[in-house]
């Protein structure tokens, strides 16, 4: 593998972990707050304003008015998703557990990227399904279910 693959692999699993730390710390602002909606409008607010102030440093151009109008309508959708994922794992990562939670989310994730691959869906190339990525899937699956035994009830709990 590539120096500039193993890179980016590293970075990528760097976004990952920090992925469950967000959800318990959206669940906390969700239950401070008194509904996890106001959780979810909080977080992005902070998001926002996190942003701001990088792009300003970075002196990031905006964006002309004639692209975005000649720009496909689903690329919209990546803001409605940020509100569906957040929500979630504020309501869900309290019932599930952080490891519980973001398993059952990368299974999502993964058969929705199938998805995606299979027919280059929002921008992205196309790249058939093939049988080991079924396979991975299949594991992904089976991790999330042997993870959750418990919570299934095909486990009995642990006694104190």
Request: charge should be positive; charged fraction near 5%; proline fraction near 7%.
């Given at each position: 593998m590539q120096t500039n693959a193993l890179f980016l692999i590293f970075a990528a699993v760097i976004s990952?972990?920090?992925v469950p730390f967000q959800a318990g710390a959206n669940a906390a602002l969700g239950r401070t707050l008194g509904h996890p909606l106001w959780g979810t409008l909080v977080s992005l607010?902070?998001?926002f304003a996190c942003i701001v102030p990088v792009m300003v440093l970075a002196k990031v151009q905006a964006p002309t008015p004639s692209y975005l109008a000649q720009a496909p309508r689903w690329i919209w959708i990546g803001g409605v998703v940020g509100v569906v994922y957040i929500t979630g794992a504020l309501m869900l990562a309290?019932?599930?557990g952080a490891a519980g939670f973001i398993m059952a989310a990368i299974a999502g994730q993964m058969l929705a990227s199938i998805v995606i691959d299979q027919w280059g869906l929002v921008g992205l190339p196309q790249k058939p399904v093939s049988w080991s990525r079924l396979a991975?899937?299949?594991l992904?699956?089976?991790g999330l279910l042997v993870m959750q035994l418990q919570a299934l009830g095909l486990k009995p709990h642990a006694s104190s």
């Open positions: 990952g972990a920090v607010c902070v998001s309290p019932k599930l991975g899937l299949g992904i699956i089976l």
